[in-house]
């Protein structure tokens, strides 16, 4: 029997990574091509599908004609269609379906394509920052991931298996916990009207949070590590990086307040969703944190619990329920590429 093609793509406001599998019946999955594109690069969703299946139609030798696609996108999907958040694309699912010739297509919400690849992933690609890891069976999940925007996922446990539960909540308004970030949220408002989590807690907000502890914490900060992040190419890369490396107090204060609404906000999603099961931290910054997430920085870690843990566990009467419930991070670059491309090779079976 000849090979059978499905798409698979994990569309973001910074990178849309795309993959082609090839299987015959009675194999596993073969990956055939795959690309990372620069999502800005491209003025529609269409645009970039066309490079990608360009780039597969150069490495197979022949244009591929997938039977099934299934795409993670950053965005409300309503009905199969989509307005992405971060970028000024709109498509719906039927429009491609007729445009690629692709019988079956599927939009799915990004962070459910992530959940379904954190939940196949490995233990050796799961770090804990809380108890053991989250079960892959028999509870409900949560995933919360910070990119270029925050997304949150919930996986409803119906007795045979989860039920992927997309969800905007990223976007609810942010609820300050401490006399800073109330300082903060009235900065915010007056900039944006609207404060919502992904206004602070995503991965492209560090540093704003970063020049905010400048101006209002009363940091003395070396004229280095100002230079260091007004000129990098990417400046929340650059307060991670002296934050680490302990080269600026107020890197490391703003990461600690960055951490801190995320354990919030990741506290918050866990008990909407009952997720005694376990909460997956996915993404980029996470990956990159989670010692700091497990700890804190430095001598903080034997002092005190890590800003994460603390905001987490911070619930009132519903402490002892967070203390039970695991928290890891997936360190799987590609989840929500593997989660979309095993969507679409149920949808093709």
């Known amino acids: 029997m000849a090979e059978r093609h499905v798409l698979a793509g994990d569309i973001g406001g910074t990178r849309a990574r795309f993959a082609l599998y090839a299987q015959s019946r009675g194999a596993r999955p073969r990956r055939v091509h795959q690309e990372v594109l620069e999502s800005r690069a491209f003025g529609s969703f269409e645009a970039a599908l066309d490079r990608f299946l360009d780039g597969a139609r150069a490495t197979l030798g022949k244009a591929p004609r997938p039977i099934a696609a299934s795409f993670g996108i950053a965005g409300p999907?309503?009905?199969?269609?989509?307005?992405?958040?971060?970028?000024?694309?709109?498509?719906?699912?039927?429009?491609?379906?007729?445009?690629?010739?692709?019988?079956?297509?599927t939009l799915l919400n990004d962070l459910v394509a992530v959940g379904l690849g954190a939940l196949a992933t490995p233990p050796s690609?799961?770090?804990?920052?809380?108890?053991?890891?989250?079960?892959?069976?028999?509870?409900?999940?949560?995933?919360?991931?910070?990119?270029?925007?925050?997304?949150?996922?919930?996986?409803?446990?119906?007795?045979?298996?989860?039920?992927?539960?997309?969800?905007?909540?990223?976007?609810?308004?942010?609820?300050?916990?401490?006399?800073?970030?109330?300082?903060?949220?009235?900065?915010?408002?007056?900039?944006?009207?609207?404060?919502?989590?992904?206004?602070?807690?995503?991965?492209s907000t560090i540093a704003t949070l970063y020049h905010f502890v400048v101006r209002n914490d009363?940091?003395?900060?070396?004229?280095?590590?100002?230079?260091?992040?007004?000129?990098?190419?990417?400046?929340?890369?650059?307060?991670?990086?002296?934050?680490?490396?302990?080269r600026s107090a107020a890197a490391r204060r703003a990461i600690d307040l960055w951490c801190s609404v995320y354990g919030a906000e990741a506290g918050n999603l866990a008990l909407k969703g009952l997720a005694s099961g376990g909460v997956f931290l996915a993404g980029g910054v996470s990956a990159s944190l989670v010692e700091v997430l497990r700890g804190g920085f430095g001598?903080?870690?034997?002092?005190?619990?890590?800003?994460?843990?603390?905001?987490?566990?911070?619930?009132?009467?519903?402490r002892p329920l967070l203390e039970n419930i695991p928290v890891a991070v997936c360190l799987e670059p590609q989840a929500g590429l593997l989660g979309a491309a095993a969507h679409a090779l149920r949808c093709a079976s």
């Open 77 to 105: 999907i309503v009905d199969q269609r989509v307005r992405t958040t971060n970028l000024p694309w709109a498509f719906d699912a039927k429009g491609l379906a007729r445009a690629f010739r692709i019988p079956i297509v």
């Open 299 to 318: 001598k903080d870690r034997a002092a005190r619990p890590s800003p994460f843990l603390e905001a987490f566990l911070d619930k009132g009467r519903m």
């Open 125 to 203: 690609k799961l770090a804990s920052v809380h108890l053991a890891l989250p079960a892959k069976k028999g509870k409900n999940v949560a995933v919360i991931a910070a990119g270029t925007g925050l997304g949150e996922a919930l996986f409803v446990w119906d007795g045979r298996g989860h039920v992927p539960c997309a969800t905007e909540g990223a976007h609810v308004d942010f609820a300050p916990r401490t006399p800073l970030q109330t300082t903060l949220l009235g900065e915010l408002t007056k900039e944006h009207g609207h404060v919502s989590y992904e206004r602070v807690v995503a991965g």
């Open 218 to 246: 009363r940091v003395r900060e070396p004229k280095e590590a100002l230079s260091k992040v007004a000129r990098a190419p990417d400046p929340n890369v650059a307060v991670v990086e002296l934050a680490k490396a302990g």
